[in-house]
């Protein structure tokens, strides 16, 4: 089987990786309805796979009644085995992971696990029940798709369906598979597949094409990825069902090919231009032709995939609607639900809240009012996409009575960077469920642009599932540890310094309410003398970084104690390469000062030094499975059948986490990565670069022309992109040592760096 694991979960959940009892049941991508037996053999399968092929130790039973309308689940013992009782294999689930976690210190997450079972599983003592205040628990966001699962396999994908329902997350967004969907409706209307490979994007943009904000960028597409996923879709749409989730398929929103017109002349359409890609055509909600690709679709999708009644469609994702009128936007959501409606009468419309908020200038609440006014209470769902910063519920009287759901969205182009929101997390969701002004608020949920990255967040949010109370952040981050660093916690005192540390990071780095999703380090960013360049590099920390380098003195000390804990190497090495990212800019600010005050040995040994600190954050990232370029790029060329397939896919991976576009794209550097491979392979001679060309101009006596570098930079950023250089799948340092030799070179210099009251600093120079 072809390898296309994500590098940054590659080594997530190994041990889910045996062959399930489930694949007996015949794949139906179209099958909604299971009978008891299907639900109970899927569910055991699951168990099966999470616990080694140890599932005859454990009896599943489910119960489709709902108590009180609310999903529920139970674990207890008898007659020897661990009895999990639910309401479907979601719920199951969950009582699994419960008793996983409460009785045997089992932990699992993206990045870093400690999931080795007992001999002899431990009996509970009584009957443990728990039930979900949430009837919608939803998961997944267009972006999550291309940021960290463009190379997904089925493998793969089950993993992570597995990971959903250990966690009872019920609502998935299901958008895999969509090209083939959009291929059979234009041929019917006319298109030749040659006049669709303008339309289609590549395989690592395909979801800003089905959001309708590109074209045609990385293709043409070939019609072998469209043919994989399309299977791919029905495996994830069929594992997902058997369990007893809902997921939500695509709805037409009017993107049409850039050739429309060319064969619908009379047909009224608007050009509508994301970022500075090129204009994307939008049909008329007022024409019939906007009905007729609405329903041909749904259908279209209906035979391909069968449904569950819920549909995402986002017509206005970062586009502004032409007009402001009321009218005007109550006709267009009238438009899109009858699309819908008139092929599925059980529709409901389920969108974004973001565009409330990324357009806020522009939606008012009687712009907001109008659109979703059109659509029956009940036939709608919103998704406040980025509650725990910025709630769009609380300034639209909860949607004006529609039902929507609370979200973290946390994490913006799969950034690697410490950052959250805990206290939010921990009260908000609990806080608005009892709050009478929160309306029809029905669900949670997790709607990051990328996974992979800061798992004590997520482990967090995913406490909300089945309490309707506040958590306390205090007993979460202990047990939290004592699962993830496992049976090693019985050093007291070394214990107490890890929890230290992490109370430091939840009160400082884990409460941002100053950027979005985190601080770039100033390493990502193309390369100049600004302390904060902003945009797409914002360097603005939103803690004081004296403050995490007190949890890595904490966090270090325990390298003895808990050095053979997976969870504790991946945090070590995170928390490392944080304090490493919030160095750089101590030292690019010191070459900045060198180089205004003309002093060209003083920049060169800056430059020197700011070079050596990206060496060795590559040296450290090396250390861990998740952060290692080379998967990525591995994994893409591994989804190819032909040569030309892998390069175009190879270029694809490339792009999206550097460039993101074409070489003059002004969100470059939006999806950077601290990866191993990426920081010696672009980013270091990206800045080498620069330091050479400054350096020139000091020799010559020229001002450095920043506008010329910037122009130089493109042309190589790009033949980056278009190379084709390898990089290790494996590890090839270990993160404890590695850790250490870190710490012993840079933990004085940052002392002399971060206090203002070391005698005889130059603080203007660091």
């Known amino acids: 089987m072809k390898r296309w694991i994500l590098p940054v979960v590659a080594m997530m959940i190994s041990f889910l990786s045996c062959e399930s009892p489930q694949r007996s049941l ?103 029940r728990k039930s979900s205040p949430y009837k919608y628990r939803y998961y997944l966001n267009y972006c999550t798709f291309n940021y960290s699962m463009s190379w997904w396999d089925f493998d793969r994908w089950q993993q992570e369906i597995d990971f959903m329902a250990l966690n009872g997350l019920n609502m998935p967004l299901a958008v895999t598979g969509q090209n083939s969907v959009w291929q059979r409706v234009y041929n019917k209307l006319g298109f030749s597949n040659e006049e669709l490979e303008s339309f289609f994007s590549g395989p690592a943009h395909f979801n800003w094409f089905w959001m309708g904000n590109l074209d045609g960028w990385g293709g043409p597409l070939p019609q072998s990825f469209m043919d994989k996923h399309e299977e791919l879709q029905k495996n994830i749409l069929f594992a997902e069902r058997s369990l007893g989730m809902t997921p939500i398929l695509p709805a037409f929103t009017g993107h049409v090919p850039p050739t429309f017109s060319a064969k619908y002349p009379d047909a009224k359409v608007k050009q509508t231009r994301w970022v500075n890609f090129d204009p994307v055509t939008i049909l008329d909600p007022d024409e019939e032709m906007f009905d007729t690709i609405g329903k041909m679709f749904l259908e279209e999708q209906a035979k391909m995939y069968g449904t569950n009644h819920f549909y995402t469609a986002d017509t206005f994702n970062e586009n502004r609607p032409p007009l402001k009128d009321s009218l005007y936007l109550n006709n267009i959501g009238a438009k899109v639900y009858k699309a819908m409606h008139d092929v599925d009468s059980d529709a409901v419309w389920v969108m974004q809240g973001w565009l409330f908020h990324h357009g806020r200038d522009f939606w008012g609440n009687d712009q907001i009012k109008a659109l979703l006014g059109a659509v029956p209470d009940d036939k709608m769902l919103i998704l406040d996409l980025w509650s725990e910063r910025f709630p769009v519920w609380s300034r639209t009287e909860a949607y004006f009575g529609k039902p929507w759901i609370w979200c973290m969205l946390q994490n913006f182009g799969q950034n690697i960077t410490l950052s959250g929101n805990v206290k939010s997390v921990a009260n908000d969701p609990a806080a608005a469920l009892n709050d009478p002004a929160s309306g029809k608020m029905e669900g949670i949920g997790l709607s990051m642009e990328g996974i992979g990255q800061n798992p004590a967040i997520y482990a967090l949010m995913l406490e909300n599932v089945w309490r309707d109370e506040p958590i306390d952040v205090n007993i979460f981050l202990e047990d939290y540890l004592k699962n993830r660093y496992g049976g090693q916690v019985n050093d007291a005192s070394g214990f107490k310094n890890v929890l230290d540390a992490w109370k430091i990071i939840f009160r400082t780095a884990y409460e941002n309410t100053v950027n979005n999703g985190g601080q770039e380090s100033i390493i990502t960013g193309r390369p100049n003398f600004m302390k904060n360049p902003g945009g797409t590099t914002n360097t603005n920390i939103h803690y004081d970084s004296k403050d995490l380098v007190k949890a890595w003195d904490l966090l270090m000390s325990g390298a003895d104690a808990f050095g053979k804990s997976d969870g504790y190497r991946y945090d070590l090495v995170d928390v490392t390469r944080q304090n490493l990212a919030n160095y750089a800019s101590v030292l690019q600010q010191k070459a900045a000062a060198c180089h205004e005050k003309g002093d060209l040995q003083g920049f060169r040994a800056a430059s020197d030094d700011f070079l050596s600190l990206i060496g060795d954050m590559d040296c450290l990232l090396s250390s861990r499975p998740e952060f290692l370029l080379g998967r990525w790029l591995e994994d893409a060329k591994a989804m190819g059948d032909t040569p030309q397939e892998k390069a175009l896919y190879e270029k694809e991976a490339r792009d999206l986490i550097t ?68 990089y290790p799948i494996e590890t090839s340092a270990d993160e404890i040592e590695v850790s250490r030799r870190i710490y012993k070179k840079y933990r004085k210099a940052m002392d002399v760096a971060y206090d203002a009251s070391v005698e005889g600093v130059d603080k203007e120079m660091i």
Request: charged content about 30%.
């Open 659 to 726: 460039v993101w576009g074409n070489k003059d794209c002004r969100i470059r550097d939006y999806a950077c990565k601290h990866w191993s491979g990426l920081m010696r392979g672009f980013y270091r001679p990206r800045w080498q670069n620069f330091f050479e060309d400054v350096a020139a101009s000091m020799e010559s006596g020229h001002e450095f022309d920043q506008k010329a570098f910037d122009e130089r930079s493109k042309d190589w950023e790009w033949n980056w992109v278009l190379s084709n250089e390898t």
């Open 26 to 128: 015949k794949v139906d991508g179209t099958k909604t309805s299971f009978t008891l037996e299907e639900q109970t053999l899927a569910a055991e399968a699951l168990v099966g796979r999470v616990t080694h092929n140890r599932a005859e130790e454990f009896e599943v039973i489910i119960r489709p009644q709902n108590e009180n309308e609310k999903d529920w689940f139970s674990y207890h013992a008898q007659d020897g085995k661990i009895v999990l009782e639910g309401n479907d294999g979601v719920s199951v689930a969950s009582a699994l992971g419960a008793y996983l976690k409460a009785e045997c210190g089992w932990h699992l997450t993206w990045c870093g696990k400690n999931t080795e079972l007992p001999e002899v599983l431990p009996m509970p003592e009584g009957t443990v």
